[in-house]
Structures are given as C-alpha cells and as structure tokens.
C-alpha cells in the first residue's frame, strides 16, 4: 500500500465512526484482507522475483522494506547452470566463504551476495550475465574490491561476478603503444611487463599494486601522476564490454577518435552500471629521459598552497604535486618512516621530461617554494630516496590505522585558489564536531582526500564522522568542486547527487543508464539517489505526487 492510499483510508477511517456497526465491521475486514493480499504478494515477489512478469518490474523493490536479513539462498536449478559455467572452482555460495565479497574498501556497507561467480573468459561472462537477465538476477562486477565508495557492495538478492580470474595480458604492441588486457589484471602489472623496454601505465592510484585495470576503468581512477599525464580515461582507447542482456560489444578501439558516439568515453567512469568490461585497450606511455622529486617543508597547508599556486601560474605542467598535512606526516612517518620533514604542510613535487628542461625548471620551482615560506627543501638523490617519499604518500591512507581505530577516507574537488579557504572550513567542522581530519590531497588539480578520524567504539562517533565527511562534501561543492575526483560515487555518495545536479542533469545521465540497461540488473542502486516512496519505481526518474506537492523530499 503506497502513503496516499495510507492516507486515504485514514481519512476515511475518520468517518466511519457515524456509519452503523455493519458498516465498521464490512471496512475494517476489508482493511485487513487487503492488508494480508499485500502482504503475502510481497512475500512472493521478495522471494521468487524471477516469476514477475517485465511490466511489473517495480515490484521488485518491494522486497527491499521487508524487515527480513541474512541470504536468500539462490534457486538450486539456477546454481546448477551457473555451476556448469565455471565449475566448481568459480562458483562461492556458502555463507562463510561468501562473507568475503561483503563490502569493498568502504567497510561500513555490507550486503552478503547469493552467489559469487569467478569465470575465466568473456564467453563465461556473457553466460553468467544471460541467466541473470532471463531470472532478473541483479549482479555486480567486482576487481579487487578496493573501490572506497561501496561500488563492489553486492546488491540485496544478487550475485557478485569477479573478474579477478580474468587477468591475463593478451598483447603488448611496442611500435603503436598499446596494450590490450582482461579486466583481472593489476594496474602495477601493465608497467611491470613493458618497463624493459622503458615504457609505463601511466594511471597510478596509490592502490596500484593491488587494485585492478577493469575497477580503475569502472571508477575512472586517477593517481598522483595524472595531474600531467591525465586519468585512467586518457589511457582507455576501447573496449570489449558485456551488456546487462548478455550481448557482445565493442566500444572504441586501437585508433584514435573512433567516429559516432565515444562510447567507450561514457563507459568510464560508470562504476559497474552498464556492463562489464572483458577486454580493455590501454594506451601506453614511454619513460622521460629524466625525473626529479622534491620535497618542501612549510608551515601550514596555505602557504603550501600559495605555492603550488605559483608553480601553476609560472606555465609549468609537473607531473605530480602532492600535500600532506601534519596529521597526514605523522600517520605516515608512523607506517613507514619516509624521512618526513615535521612540519603543518608538506610538498612533494615531481617533474619529469629531458634533463636540461627538469633542472632549469627544477631551480624555479625551488625558488617559487622559497618565496612563499618553504623552510626546508630536499630534492631525492637516488631512485631509493625519491621511492622511499613517494612510499610515504602512497601508504597515507592506510597509515591513519597507526594514530585512529577508525577512518573514513573522503574523496571532493575544489577549484585550486579555494584551497585556504575550503583548509579553513574543514577545520573549523572538525573542532565543532570533536574529531581530527588528516588531509593528504592531490594539490595539483585540487583533489582533496581529507581523512576523518573516528572511534567505532565510541557511541556516536560514526554518525558524527559520516556528518562531518558529508559536510566536507557540501563545502566542495559551495566551492564550485565536485563530491568526488577519483573514488565514484557508488553507495556512499548517492545521497549527494541531487545537491550536485540539478533534476534534468540526473534525468539525461538516468537515460543514458536505461539505454545500456533498462531493467537495471547491473549494479543497480549505486550513483543514482534511490527511489524511495512506495509507487516510485527503477528506470527514469519522475516525481513522485508526494514529492510535486511539497509532502516529501528526494535524496
Ligand atoms: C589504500 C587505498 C588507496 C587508494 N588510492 C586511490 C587513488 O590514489 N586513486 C584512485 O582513483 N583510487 C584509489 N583507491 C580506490 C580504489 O583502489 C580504486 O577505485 C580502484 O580503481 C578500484 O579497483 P578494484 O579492482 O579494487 O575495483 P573494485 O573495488 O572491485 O570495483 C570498483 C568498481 O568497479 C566496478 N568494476 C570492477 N570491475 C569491473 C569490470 N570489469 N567491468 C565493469 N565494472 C567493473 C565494480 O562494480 C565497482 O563499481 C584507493 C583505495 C585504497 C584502499
């Protein structure tokens, strides 16, 4: 029953106090019969919603307000084909095991999956994804899962299909820099397989060397050095993808501007929501004659981003420019003793091209980091010293296990002169709601990590850290930023879609989602705000009555 009808029968409930007692007794037995049908039509489309037919689609959400947990286990007729396609060794259903594949790195979402599906080849891929289409399954695809947005969070009532046994790299092509591999295959393998002949992939997410191609294609994921060498979707040139239907296609390819649509473009990015990607072209990068890393020591975050202000101003493009605050520096001094200067803002710059330009520039970004108030400056001597800084930032955000039990990693661009007062801000909602936030940030293109500090065991605490990062989040957009630079937007940050978009933004970005999936089976209720008022359903979004009257609102 949806709450207008709720209110129609209170509004009629009111009246029947005149009638006679026939009357009460033939309306309220009615009431309760009605009452009951729901109820068990409920119950039958939460447990077998493969038997809905496709006009009743909507139904299916009706299972989401049933107080019941735990797992639905999986049709044993449906798991035998599934079995049949990955045998034994690819398939994960028992509940301990499946207890695995719960959550992705943003730990505090957690949905057991019906089944787990481990195949090795697209031809698997494509079966799996068939069955789930005819049985209305929902299914996500799954890396590593270290995606720290819920991206990888199963859905209530669906199946995980890890790519992780698809990992080989099918071809390495030197003369056109292009390599082409399987959705498995970790981001550090690509580069360790071309390095002998100097060349590199050059997206580095700090959770390279575990993280994999197919999760950094489905997140768009940066790293420090994209700052001049551009995001993950800079390097995908095509793809070879299986729709949510099962059928077959390839977007982009080996050339480059591939006429029509840039399909390959719009699957980027798109956190699991239009297939899954099988096989993916990457552009690769040929090492520079020369690199310089330096370090600059200041003492407050501002003044390190007067700095980088001026970097930018003076025409140069380096390829990375990292900050860290003191909290950031200690955390990661406490992990792996990378030699950090103490002090409130730290500075590592990178440059990187022919070696006469990388020292004549060298020279004016020390004297540019002097200017605004750099008391220690360190350029890395050897390939050990500059990996051993370089260690130190990456390893930050596992590192604030050293000084808080609990932490939430946040993920908001700003517009890069925003930088003090947004600094500013940040600080002043961490003193008003009693919590440390750690800040380690991408300086260079304005991509902010701020870290917020919590203790689970503290009654309150998580509520606060979830208000205070979600506050963070609101400044970046007054800013002018965005909610998220490089982590998605998955389950963590749909909530916040609506204050970054407006209505015909979301509704263009639903349609071309309905496009590639109109039955919404692959990954659904990530990036978009949920529908959440009985009548509403998946698919494009259309204002509930309650909503066009003011009555209730839409996160
Ligand atoms: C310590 C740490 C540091 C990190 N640093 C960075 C960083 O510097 N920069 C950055 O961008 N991120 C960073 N991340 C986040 C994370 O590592 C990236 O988002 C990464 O790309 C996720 O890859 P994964 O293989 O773990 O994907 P998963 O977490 O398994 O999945 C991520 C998303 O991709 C989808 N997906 C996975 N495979 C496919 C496929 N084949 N086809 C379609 N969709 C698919 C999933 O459904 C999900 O929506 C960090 C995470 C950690 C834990």
């Known amino acids: 029953m949806d709450a207008q009808s709720i209110c129609i029968a209170t509004a009629a409930t009111n009246q029947v106090g005149n009638e006679g007692p026939i009357f009460r007794f033939v309306f309220w037995h009615s009431v309760t ?18 038997f809905i037919p496709n006009g009743l689609n909507f139904i299916h959400g009706w299972g989401n307000i049933l107080p019941f947990g735990g797992l639905y286990p999986m049709d044993p007729r449906i798991l035998q084909e599934l079995r049949a396609i990955v045998d034994e060794r690819g398939l994960i259903s028992s509940p301990e095991e499946l207890h695995t594949y719960e959550c992705d790195g943003l730990v505090n979402f957690r949905v057991l999956p019906r089944a787990v599906l481990l195949p090795t080849s697209t031809g698997q891929v494509q079966s799996i994804v068939r069955i789930c289409h005819r049985e209305r399954i929902p299914f996500v695809a799954r890396g590593s899962g270290t995606g720290l947005s819920g991206g990888a969070t199963p859905v209530d009532k669906g199946i995980v299909i890890s790519l992780a046994r698809m990992n080989r790299i099918l071809e390495v092509d030197f003369p056109n820099a292009r390599v082409v591999v399987e959705p498995g295959v970790l981001n550090l393998d690509v580069t360790a397989r071309i390095q002998h002949n100097e060349f590199f992939y050059a997206p580095d997410p700090s959770s390279q060397t575990v993280c994999t191609i197919g999760g950094n294609v489905a997140e768009n994921s940066g790293g420090a050095h994209c700052l001049k060498y551009g995001f993950t979707t800079t390097h995908v040139l095509g793809l070879e993808v299986v729709l949510p239907d099962g059928t077959l296609v390839h977007l982009g390819g080996k050339t480059l501007d591939v006429p029509g649509y840039d399909l390959a473009g719009v699957f980027v990015g798109s956190e699991g929501t239009l297939g899954i990607a099988t096989k993916i072209i990457l552009r690769i990068v040929k090492r520079p004659e020369c690199v310089r890393t330096l370090l600059a020591a200041f003492d407050s975050t ?95 955000f596992a590192a604030m296990g050293r000084i808080s039990s609990n932490y939430i990693v946040q993920d908001g661009v700003i517009p890069r002169t925003a930088l003090p007062q947004v600094m500013g801000e940040i600080e002043r909602l961490s003193q008003e709601a009693g919590l440390r936030v750690a800040n380690v940030f991408h300086a260079g293109d304005g991509n902010l990590h701020p870290l917020v500090l919590y203790d689970r065991r503290v009654p309150g605490q ?94």
């Open 33 to 50: 019969l009605a009452a009951i049908v729901g109820l068990i039509v409920m119950f039958y489309a939460y447990v077998f919603p493969q």
């Open 302 to 396: 501002n003044e390190a981003g007067a700095a980088v202000s001026g970097i930018i101003a003076a025409g140069m493009l380096p390829s990375a420019i990292e900050m860290m605050d003191n909290l950031a520096i200690q955390a990661a001094e406490a992990a792996v003793h990378a030699n950090y200067p103490n002090c409130g803002g730290l500075l590592l710059v990178e440059l990187d091209g022919p070696l006469a330009e990388v020292e004549a520039l060298m020279t004016d970004v020390n004297e540019i980091c002097r200017s605004n108030g750099a008391w220690e400056i360190r350029t890395a001597q050897s390939d050990a010293e500059r990996a051993l800084i370089w260690k130190g930032r990456k390893s930050a």
């Open 462 to 555: 998580q509520e606060a850290a979830e208000t205070l990062s979600a506050g963070i989040l609101e400044l970046c957009i007054e800013a002018g930023g965005s909610i998220t630079g490089e982590h998605g937007v998955g389950v963590d940050k749909k909530k916040m879609m609506s204050k970054m978009f407006a209505e015909p933004d979301l509704l263009t970005m639903q349609r071309v989602r309905c496009a590639f999936d109109p039955l919404q089976l692959s990954n659904p209720t990530k990036i978009f705000p949920t529908p959440r008022l009985c009548g509403e359903k998946p698919g494009e979004y259309s204002p509930h009555p309650l909503e066009s009257s003011g009555l209730a609102e839409r996160f």
